[in-house]
Nanobody, 123 residues
Framework: QVQLVESGGGLVQAGGSLRLSCAAS????????MGWYLQAPGKQRELVAR???????NYADSVKGRFTISRDVAKNTVYLQMNSLKPEDTAVYYC?????????????????WGQGTLVTVSS
């Protein structure tokens, strides 16, 4: 019912920038939060940045000051501006959406994940 379409990944040199986007579509009543997670080979998926419907944000310590998350509520789209990229940022980045579903007659909080987009930072 819900699809997340990610774009913007690619190959950049250290110090460069990328802008990731994730557009949610389908059966969406209300999105409570959208965010980005990364997963490097052999490691757990971990939070990069998250933004709530109220505009509150939180970031991993490793990206503070370099990455900025933003969203277009009307378009159900979240962006991640990635500046001053480092080789250690190389990973697959996954879009995450938490939404409220009312189809059962009561509110349920559901998570959805994008397919992932690869970011490769060369030195």
């Amino acid at each position: 019912q819900v699809q997340l379409v990610e774009s913007g990944g690619g190959l950049v040199q250290a110090g460069g920038s990328l802008r990731l986007s994730c557009a949610a579509s389908g059966s969406i009543s209300r999105i409570n939060a959208m965010g980005w997670y990364l997963q490097a080979p052999g490691k757990q998926r971990e939070l990069v940045a998250r933004i709530t419907s109220g505009g509150s944000t939180n970031y991993a310590d490793s990206v503070k000051g370099r990455f900025t998350i933003s969203r277009d509520v009307a378009k159900n789209t979240v962006y991640l501006q990635m500046n001053s990229l480092k080789p250690e940022d190389t990973a697959v980045y996954y879009c995450n959406v938490v939404r409220t579903d009312y189809s059962s007659g009561y509110p349920r909080y559901l998570e959805h994940w994008g397919q992932g987009t690869l970011v490769t930072v060369s030195s």
